[in-house]
């Protein structure tokens, strides 16, 4: 069976749909972008169109490849005392030119609606999360709505990005299971791979994992996204793994899953705010 992401983002986007309408007005979600990167520009739009189905304000800035580190922080600057701005994201990668860590610490923890700031990442850290990261929060609700225990399970997690591997670990190990993080120093991947009963894969690379590198009746969570001949898959190779075992689809998986998380998290801040 494939643990489809539609179902799942259906159901999170209706809660937020009718927490907004308890709050009772249009939380606002601003998206900074940077350059001209053309997957950013189509996951910004599809952010907004999603926010305001949810019947939350979605605005995007743009800044122009060349744009300096201080006017980021400016803008940055605008949108931390901007009332109407309940959350908002600065979407990775940025040109060269701009330290990222020194952006995302920038944020307002209160408005970090990606979870990104350090005090966000650290709070997770502790088992005391406040906003964390749509990407692997959208797996620990895939996990949920399948009925994927994680109390006492093998959880390996592939991929170490503040943005999607270690929050992973962190929320994993938050769920009791335990976790083994992978990354590209480590050897013998098949070999840890093979004892996950949840295996999470969040690296960037094709077909990454085979069927050989995985336990019979696992639970297994594709969050890479690669584009081959203008079509997207994932990091694992559908085909032989789910012979064996249940599979996320890419597209059709987590991708969803990661802007319905980020509706829920504007919703969060706008609530906190009321
Ligand atoms: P990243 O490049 O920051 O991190 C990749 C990680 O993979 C690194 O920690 C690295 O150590 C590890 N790695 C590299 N080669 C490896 C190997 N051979 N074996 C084991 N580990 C290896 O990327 P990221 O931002 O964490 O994203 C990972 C993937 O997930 C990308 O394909 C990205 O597009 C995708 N992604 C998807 C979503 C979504 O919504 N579905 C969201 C964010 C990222």
């Known amino acids: ?19 907004v309408e308890e709050l009772g007005f249009s939380p606002g ?34 800044l122009p490849e060349t744009a300096t580190e201080a006017e980021l922080l400016e803008l940055v600057h605008q949108l931390n005392i901007d ?52 990407t692997p929060l959208g797996v620990m609700e895939m996990l949920s709505h399948y009925k994927i225990e994680t109390a006492g399970k093998n959880a390996v997690v592939v991929g170490r990005s503040n943005m999607v591997g270690k929050p992973m670990s962190a929320l994993l190990l938050n769920a009791n299971a335990t976790v083994e993080t992978c990354h590209s120093r480590t050897k013998d991947l098949a070999e840890h791979t093979r004892r996950a009963e949840i295996l999470v894969v969040a690296v960037g690379k094709p077909k990454l994992i085979t069927g050989e590198m995985v336990r019979e009746g696992a639970a297994v969570i594709d969050v890479g996204i690669n584009r081959i001949e203008g079509k997207l898959a994932g990091d694992v190779d559908f085909e032989t793994v789910s012979k064996k075992a249940r599979v996320s689809p890419v597209p059709g998986g987590v991708g969803k899953l990661t802007v319905a998380c980020l509706m829920k998290n504007v919703l969060k801040a706008a609530q906190e705010k009321k």
Not at 1 to 19: F, H, S, T
Not at 121 to 133: N, Q, Y
């Open 1 to 19: 069976m494939a643990l489809e992401g539609k179902p799942v983002a259906d159901r999170i986007l209706k809660e937020v749909k009718e927490g």
């Open 29 to 62: 979600l601003a998206i900074v972008r940077v350059g001209d990167d053309p997957a950013s520009k189509v996951y910004v739009s599809s952010k907004i169109k999603r926010a305001e189905e949810a019947g939350i304000k979605g605005t995007e800035h743009h």
């Open 83 to 134: 009332s109407s701005v309940h959350g908002f994201i600065v979407q990775l990668p940025l040109p060269p030119q701009i330290n990222a860590e020194k952006v995302l610490e920038f944020i307002y923890p209160e408005k970090d609606v990606d979870g990104l700031h350090p005090l966000n990442l650290g709070k997770l850290v502790a088992g005391d999360p406040h906003f964390v990261p749509a």
